[in-house]
């Protein structure tokens, strides 16, 4: 049960972005854009590189990762949001991605369609009557909370500030109406500009075709985006295998050539422990009843691990798999994730679709597809009652009957919207009674010997190997 470091558990050769072009499909979820947006837009990001002459090779990687994670904040306003406009958080982010909200029609058409479609007139007066009330600063403030994490999680992941500082000023506009700082023209970082260039084509590309994108940048020149970066992209209008290999190509195909071929991260274990760190805390940030559940869930499947004398290679997977167990949950809508009382036999359908979204995201890693089985069952139980296949006691293994124990029990320690947290020893018996029909009893006895330690969560995370995980700041 010591916490004995961790040895490297192989030698590896995967390399950092081929791991984080597979996990910006979660992000693109949360968006509400379909997998596979970041990857498109990263090479429509470096192509207008290309035009523009950025050649140097560490401003190409700068720009090249804050294209891969231009969404890393993207779940840290999903709540607001929903609050907000009393409605779906994704359905909103997604329908923004094509409003010209420098036009106020355009933006009224915007905020009255997606005020609680299904709510009463009164009822929709007043969303509308608060949103009109907070006006300008509480659209610039949804956005300060995304670009400020995002930038916060790309600097845990030690990209360089050039990184950072594009994924931070991605919604500034070149007229200086954008978010979250008002900066115009010149002001706005190169890259960022190029990144918020390239995510809005990549959206006008699919939704209708080249033509019709490339029509919209040259109509939003000089308010949106960046005129002689819109002259640049104007220029591969005749390049058709360009556009046409957007279409037929997969995330990696895509993302792989991109990176320039000497500044190639090749990820270790450590790096990889911090991207799931990082990622864990993007799941995390979807809901306010979920602000730790990703690392408190995998603390206590390393503890529960270790007193089961687990080898430390299967510790390490039960990290990793805690971390990400629930990033399947960035595609499900924030009405359903926090809402206080029960949930309709329709919500109970999306909800229990996450761990699908889990395994399919995780088993396109090579790092870590060996982990999607183990992650995606931690809602299986033994008796067969549990989602989203159904697996019984002969089905699940060993690290799946762990996860699923580790998974009741933080979130039985945990605020929900519907309950507080539960003291200890409740929780100890609530368990005990899913004991040994539907929980695997060993599992169960071995949590109540790692709770002593573990009384009501540490107040730091560590990883297995004993490092510290530090929380990006709400």
């Known amino acids: ?47 207008i590189a290309d035009e523009i002459g950025v050649h140097d090779p560490d401003d190409r990687s700068a720009l090249f990762y804050a294209l891969l994670m231009k969404d890393a904040g993207c779940s840290s306003n999903s709540a607001r949001v929903c609050a ?21 029609k355009e933006a009224l058409g915007y905020i009255t369609r997606n005020i609680q479609p299904d709510g009463s007139a009164f009822r929709r007066a007043m969303y509308l009557k608060d949103i009109v009330r907070h006006g300008t600063d509480g659209s610039r403030a949804l956005t300060r909370t995304r670009c400020e994490r995002g930038a916060a999680i790309a600097r845990m992941l030690g990209f360089t500030d050039a990184t950072a500082e594009a994924i931070h000023s991605l919604d500034e506009h070149w007229n200086g109406k954008g978010y979250p700082d008002g900066l115009v023209g010149d002001q706005i970082p190169l890259f960022a500009r190029i990144l918020n260039l390239a995510q809005s084509t990549e959206i006008f590309y699919r939704l209708s075709g080249v033509d019709a994108a490339l029509d919209v940048v040259e ?106 167990h629930d990033i399947g949950k960035l595609g499900v809508p924030n009405t359903i994730l926090d809402k206080p009382g029960k949930l309709t036999a329709e919500e109970w359908k999306v909800m229990r679709e996450h761990p699908r979204y889990s395994a399919e995201i995780l088993s396109r890693i090579s790092a870590f597809s060996e982990l999607s089985p183990m992650a995606a069952a931690h809602h299986e139980r033994l008796d067969g009652s549990g989602y989203h296949l159904g697996l019984d006691a002969s089905q699940l293994s060993r690290q799946a009957r762990i996860l699923a124990v580790a998974d009741v029990c933080e979130a039985l320690m945990a605020d929900r919207p519907y309950r507080d947290s539960l003291p200890t020893e409740t929780v100890v018996e609530i368990i005990e009674g899913d004991a040994p029909d539907r929980l695997d009893v060993e599992c169960v006895e071995a949590m109540k010997v790692f709770l002593v330690d573990y009384v009501d969560g540490p107040s730091t995370h560590q990883s297995p190997n004993g490092r510290p995980v530090t929380a990006v700041a709400a």
């Not at 049960?1 to 558990?9: I, K, V």
């Open 219 to 324: 109509e939003r020149s000089g308010s949106w985006f960046d005129p002689e970066l819109v002259t640049a992209l104007l220029n591969t209008r005749i390049d058709a295998a360009f556009w046409r290999n957007l279409e037929i190509s997969s995330v990696g195909s895509l993302v792989r050539p991109l990176e320039p071929a000497d500044r190639v991260v090749i990820a270790d274990d450590e790096q990889l422990d911090k991207v799931a760190e990082a990622f864990a805390q993007v799941i995390d940030a979807k809901s306010p009843y979920t602000a730790s559940h990703s690392l408190g869930f995998a603390t206590i499947a390393v503890g529960i691990s270790r007193v089961m004398d687990e080898p430390n290679e299967n510790v390490r997977d039960m990290w990793r798999a805690g971390l990400l």
């Open 84 to 104: 907000m406009f009393g409605h779906d958080d994704i359905a909103i982010k997604t329908d923004l991605k094509t409003v010209n909200y420098h036009h106020l």
């Open 1 to 47: 049960m010591e916490n004995q470091p961790l040895a490297p558990t192989q030698e590896l050769h995967v390399r950092l972005s081929e791991v984080l072009a597979a996990l910006s499909q979660a992000l693109d979820l949360t968006e509400g854009q379909p997998m596979g947006h970041t990857a498109r837009a990263c090479a429509i990001g470096m192509r």
